[in-house]
């Protein structure tokens, strides 16, 4: 019958289109309560455990940010190990960003604690992760603050000079043969 | 901070090194250039990208084995990407490194050079190392009784976009309605749509006369009723002389020429001569003829 295709092209696409629409408001539906759960993480209120099981990574990492803030420093470390390698670069480089400051804090602790070893472990971790999120994002302004951060808590142990990048020489560390000031023995 | 353009490396502080003259360079190559950003101004994790221009003979390719390989050069510097690439007689190196150094004070550290090897030659060319200051981003002390915050707080989840998906469901839900709309006009099975609506009308009113029978008076209300849907078709009144140029007009009537011209003879015998329609005409017949003319009307290309 003369018009049907066009009857046919109308009833496909009412439908096509009624299909996109219901699938982009379930998209604005998920994305307004994962922003919900957020700013609720945030505020510092754990979410309900329904609405973890269906967290996006968005979410997660608040989630850390959350555990961070109530110094359960284990379970942010946990989450945000789960979160690595998951989304864009941006998302990962926050991701390290924030395990490097989740190990610059325990350092910072140590220090204060004069645990010198510990923080020094703490550190070096640190600035892996500070290194990693800027390999990803080189314009990651707080992660390079928080590495020269982490630097100057554990100073590297060779010092670049003169333009020596080669590993310092063994006869160099025999320059103090002893320690200055310490006591030699009575006379 | 922020990589430096190529704009800026090229226009604006744009240093050309190692201009060999050309005595200097190996046999075969007839150009050779070292270009370089600024050498100052930058902070831990900054890029710096240097390229290499080399103008060279047929056969004559940068030899990948003499590139500096990429990863870690020394604890410091990081060369992220070596690559090379043809840009009409010349090819092109390109080196990204990104510097993790953290200076205490503004300090001046080189990115060492290396020999380009080029394919079947054995010359050298000297890509010479390059200097450039670095400069701290935060003050020396780290601890947190000194005052300032030690550290940059931890980064927080951007929003998710909700904006986009609601602006498109919207979109998508305004379309549906308008096909469906569509689909309702187009289609039979709705009792709306513009151009439906005369012979709908005469539907309607044929179909309040079934149950009489075919009296003088009900055959002239239904014929009448008819009539008007084809004048206000038509926009003015329609009489049989007429019927050759309504079809040439609307090819959708076509299929039912015989039966309209059928309607239009049996009318003017009811209406101006014995009173009984000849050809025979009832109003069950008329009603058919409506319903066919209202489909027609709604399928009108």
């Known amino acids: 019958m003369k018009g049907d295709w066009r009857v046919r092209l109308a009833a496909g696409l009412a439908l096509m289109l009624a299909l996109s629409a219901l699938l982009e408001f379930r998209q604005w539906r998920k994305a307004s309560a994962a922003n919900a759960d957020v700013a609720e993480l945030l505020v510092g209120h754990d979410i309900a455990p329904e609405r973890l099981a269906v967290a996006s990574p968005q979410v997660l990492l608040a989630r850390a940010v959350y555990f961070v803030r109530h110094e359960r420093y284990g379970d942010a470390l946990e989450l945000l190990n789960l979160l690595e390698a998951q989304g864009d670069a941006a998302f990962c480089a926050d991701v390290y960003y924030n395990q490097g400051n989740l190990q610059l804090t325990q350092a910072l602790d140590r220090v204060e604690k004069a645990e010198i070893d510990q923080a020094r472990v703490f550190a070096e971790m640190a600035k892996e992760a500070y290194r990693r999120a800027l390999l990803l994002v080189p314009g990651h302004w707080d992660a390079k603050y928080n590495l020269e951060a982490a630097m100057r808590l554990m100073p590297e142990m060779d010092r670049v000079s003169h333009a020596e990048d080669e590993p310092p020489e063994t006869e160099s560390k025999r320059l103090w043969t002893g320690l200055p000031g310490f006591p030699r023995g009575l006379p | ?301």
């Open chain 2, 1 to 301: 901070m922020l990589p430096v353009s190529r704009h800026s490396i090229f226009l604006l502080l744009g240093l050309w090194y190692g201009l060999a003259p050309a005595s200097e360079l190996p046999p075969g190559v007839k150009a050779f250039s070292f270009d370089t950003p600024r050498n100052f101004g930058y902070v831990i994790g900054d890029l710096i990208r240097h390229e290499v221009r080399v103008e060279a003979g047929v056969g004559q390719e940068i030899d990948a084995a003499s590139l500096p390989k990429e990863g870690w050069i020394n604890r410091w510097l990081m060369l992220r990407r070596a690559e090379v690439r043809s840009e009409g007689k010349r090819q092109v190196l390109t080196l990204e490194y990104q510097t993790f150094y953290s200076p205490l004070e503004v300090k001046n550290l080189a990115i060492p050079g290396f020999e380009l090897k080029l394919a079947g030659s054995d010359g050298h060319l000297a890509v010479p190392a390059w200097t450039f200051t670095t400069a701290p981003i935060r003050e020396l002390s780290v601890l947190r009784a000194e005052g300032q915050p030690p550290m940059r707080p931890d980064a927080v989840p951007a929003p998710v976009p909700a904006f986009g998906p609601a602006a498109a469901s919207a979109g998508f839900g305004l379309a549906a309605l308008g096909a469906l709309a569509w689909w309702a006009y187009l289609g039979p099975w709705l009792p709306f749509g513009m151009r439906g609506r005369y012979f709908a009308e005469a539907c309607r009113e044929l179909r309040g006369l079934r149950g009489q029978e075919d009296t003088q008076e009900a055959l002239h209300r239904g014929f009448a009723c008819l009539h008007q849907a084809f004048n206000r078709t038509l926009g003015e009144p329609l009489f049989i002389e007429g019927l050759d140029e309504f079809f040439l007009g609307r090819p959708a009537y076509d299929a039912l020429r015989n039966e309209i011209q059928d309607f239009f003879r049996a009318s003017y015998e009811v209406f101006f001569g014995e009173g009984a329609p000849v050809p025979p005409f009832d109003l069950a017949r008329m009603e058919a003829l409506a319903r066919s003319c209202l489909l027609a009307e709604r399928r009108r290309p």
